[in-house]
């Protein structure tokens, strides 16, 4: 009887050391994998943070494109090949799928401001009265009221495109949950963009 005792004893010890070693563990792996998961939150928001400040710079230069504008007031459409290479390198790497999906469709607004502001500056350059100063044309010719009809469309897309990526952004950074909407559905790129 004394040594079933023992055995019960050392077998009930056995399981309780098994079961205490296991949930040790079991923190252990939990407290890592939230670290790992802060540690990814904050590479995330700077990633986010450093794209949002690259889009916020093209956005200034496109809303200061005004009839009469000076180009060199314009500031840079197109920030230095290191910001972008850097803004999209962050994104490619902890940017989740909506997010670099929402950036795409953002950068598709933008070569049509490029060209229609190619167009205005050609037209501007043989309107300028002063010698070295490139200004957007102010011309009502019919080519230049189109071209600038045209341009407020596609800054209107961008503009859209460029919230709805920062909602994106901000919805994941915050943790909020935004309309389970496909991109593709929400933006029609070349035309009005509406949501649906």
Do not use: C
Not at 68 to 75: E, Y
């Amino acid at each position: 009887m004394a040594v079933a005792g023992i055995a019960a004893t050392y077998l009930t010890s056995a399981k309780g050391r098994d079961q205490a070693e296991r949930l040790a563990r079991d923190k252990t792996e939990h407290d890592r994998q939230l670290v790992e998961d802060e540690r990814n939150q904050q590479r995330r928001s700077e990633a986010y943070v450093e794209l949002l400040t690259y889009v916020e710079l093209v956005g200034t230069a496109i809303r200061r494109i005004v009839p009469g504008a000076s180009v060199s007031d314009l500031g840079n459409l197109e920030p230095a090949d290191e910001s972008v290479a850097r803004a999209q390198a962050l994104l490619g790497a902890y940017g989740s799928a909506a997010s670099i999906a929402y950036f795409e469709v953002w950068q598709q607004t933008t070569p049509p401001i490029v060209s229609e502001l190619l167009y205005l500056s050609a037209k501007g350059q043989s309107e300028s009265q002063e010698q070295g100063t490139l200004v957007l044309s102010t011309s009502r010719d019919d080519g230049v009221t189109a071209a600038w009809r045209k341009m407020q469309e596609v800054k209107q897309r961008e503009e859209q495109a460029r919230r709805e990526l920062a909602d994106q952004l901000s919805a994941e950074l915050l943790g909020t949950r935004r309309f389970n909407v496909k991109v593709e559905e929400r933006f029609t790129i070349g035309a009005q963009s509406q949501p649906e």
